[in-house]
């Protein structure tokens, strides 16, 4: 493979703020596959790890293991506390508020890993609404959920994977409740006939109502009106229908998209500002094969560790004369519970399209438990083992990183 054989200094700085599954992956595995010529520091808002894929548990009251973000990052990576209020590319300055009082990180490059969010609710009255796309919202419906009495009416907006697993949880752990979900279109619409089908017997085996084919138009304390003219009694409402970026990303002058993600080309870099690289929800991404990459647990951790590669390989002089190589990421299922005791994995095409394959039962349960559970312990693996994360495409840029330092 042909080189640019141009040195990086070892004093290299890159910034990565956040740190979850995407954000975390990509701090440990550039530490470790750099060399040594790069300073990678992490500011992320809370010193524990927020499992995302588990807060609907925490919502229900269950306990959920918050691992410190420190010793999962382990030594080679810098870790600061407190968030990033303002962000300037062009002059690679990060003003960071934390427990210790304002200060000002300087850096080479950053990588944009904060995540996504559904608040603000996007229609009138959404103020009574809960979420339980953070931890601190989480913790709030988790109060309100209990405070319900038997009898009461809880209604979830949104079809999604979130909505589906919200609502299984809720409704598995308080069956004294009237539990209803809300989506613009089928509940099942995504999944293949049989991942269907299993997930429609779960919902109803739980006693969900489905209220499907109408949009939420305003929520008041006690109901949702939807745009046909119905109402749906709602004592408590969660909002899982449709995610959104912080603004960060946007007040820092770089192009978005209408939800506030990082425009980037296939090889994570802003479309805007080369020097930005944005992963997980935080970037809206080209996909090489046609249309862009979907906010998803799937695709953060290979977002990250790809990340990592591309700027790991600028540091060892060993980009590819091309330019670095997209991501190319091939699914292979999404897997997704419905309540504690019913699960599927939903077999899927390299384009994330639902097949007619799928495996519910026992065995999809295991496999969400060892997913949810597995997401610390991946980011412990990159940290131990670089470059041991491999994904279906993965090659072309662990190519490039292996490639000798020309010069």
Known sequence: ????????????????????FAGGMAAVRLAGRSRGRVHVTVVNPRPTFVNRLRLHQVATGQHVPA??????????????????????????????SGPDGVRTLGFDRVVLATGSTTEPVPVP???????????????????????????????????????????????????????????????????G???????????????????????????????????????????????????????????????????GAVLTDGALQSVSHPQVMAVGDAGHTVAPHGGWYSMSCQFAFPSGAHAADVLAAEALGAVPDGGPAP??????????????????????????VATDRAVTGRAAVVAKRFQVRG???????????????RWPGSDRAAAAVAAPVAG
Do not use: K, N, Y
């Open 1 to 20: 493979m042909s080189t640019h054989t141009t040195r990086t200094t070892p004093s290299t700085h890159v910034l990565v703020v956040g740190a979850g």
């Open 125 to 191: 009255g959404g103020e009574h609404a809960h979420g339980v796309a953070d931890l601190a919202a989480a913790q709030r419906l988790r109060s309100a959920f209990a405070d319900l009495p038997a009898g009461a009416d809880v209604a979830v907006v949104g079809g999604g994977f979130t909505g589906l697993e919200t609502v299984g949880e809720l409704a598995g752990s308080r069956p004294d409740l009237r539990v209803r979900l809300v989506t613009s279109g089928a509940a099942t619409g995504w999944f």
């Open 375 to 389: 997401v610390v312990a991946a980011i412990g693996v990159a940290r131990r083992v670089p470059g041991a994360i």
């Open 67 to 96: 691992p410190d973000v420190r010793r999962m990052l382990g030594t080679d990576v810098t870790f600061v506390e407190g968030w990033v209020t303002d962000l300037d590319p062009d002059a690679g300055r990060a003003t960071v």
């Open 193 to 259: 006939p049989r991942a269907a089908a299993h997930v429609s017997a779960s919902l109803d085996g739980l006693g969900i109502e489905s209220v499907e084919g109408s949009r939420v138009r305003s929520v008041e304390p006690d109901r949702l009106l939807l745009d046909d003219g119905a109402e749906v009694p709602s004592d408590l409402t969660v909002w899982c229908g449709g995610f959104a970026a912080p603004p960060l990303a946007r007040e820092a002058g770089l192009a978005v998209d209408p939800a």
């Open 327 to 352: 991501l190319d990421l091939g699914f292979q299922g999404r897997c997704v519970s419905i309540g504690g005791r019913a699960a599927v994995l939903q077999v899927t095409d390299r384009d994330d």
